[in-house]
């Protein structure tokens, strides 16, 4: 079965910046494309980043693009979503979920897996 777990969240000051990890098992992710989501208070979740698991290929919605990079190792199946110059729009429960194939999807629906998020404030 697969699982997956966020960490990292908090509080931290506009203008930081935070590491979030998200730790994956249940099977090999080789042919998966990992993708990073975020919902704040009485909004839709929405998109933030995806990577495909086996290559390099990334995206990024242009609300963080510059702001926030996507890494991954493989070897501790767990990817990484590094946030810099935070703002307090960017506070939300931050997810991860995966879908299976190469297409950086963007939409929340075509992705299968979730984690249970993890809860990102930022202070004014």
């Known amino acids: 079965q697969v699982q997956l777990v966020e960490s990292g969240g908090g509080l931290v000051q506009a203008g930081g910046s935070l590491r979030l990890s998200c730790a994956a098992s249940?099977?090999?992710?080789?042919?998966?494309?990992m993708g990073w989501f975020r919902q704040a208070p009485g909004k839709e979740r929405e998109f933030v980043g995806a990577t495909i698991w086996s290559g390099s290929r990334t995206t990024y919605a242009d609300s963080v693009q510059g702001r926030f990079t996507i890494s991954k190792d493989t070897l501790k199946n767990t990817v990484f979503l590094q946030m810099n110059s935070l703002k307090p729009e960017d506070t939300a429960v931050y997810y991860c979920?995966?879908?299976?194939?190469?297409?950086?999807?963007?939409?929340?629906?075509?992705?299968?897996?979730w984690g249970q998020g993890t809860q990102v404030t930022v202070s004014a």
């Open positions: 249940g099977r090999s992710f080789t042919d998966y494309v």
């Open positions: 979920a995966v879908r299976k194939g190469f297409v950086l999807a963007t939409e929340p629906a075509l992705y299968v897996y």
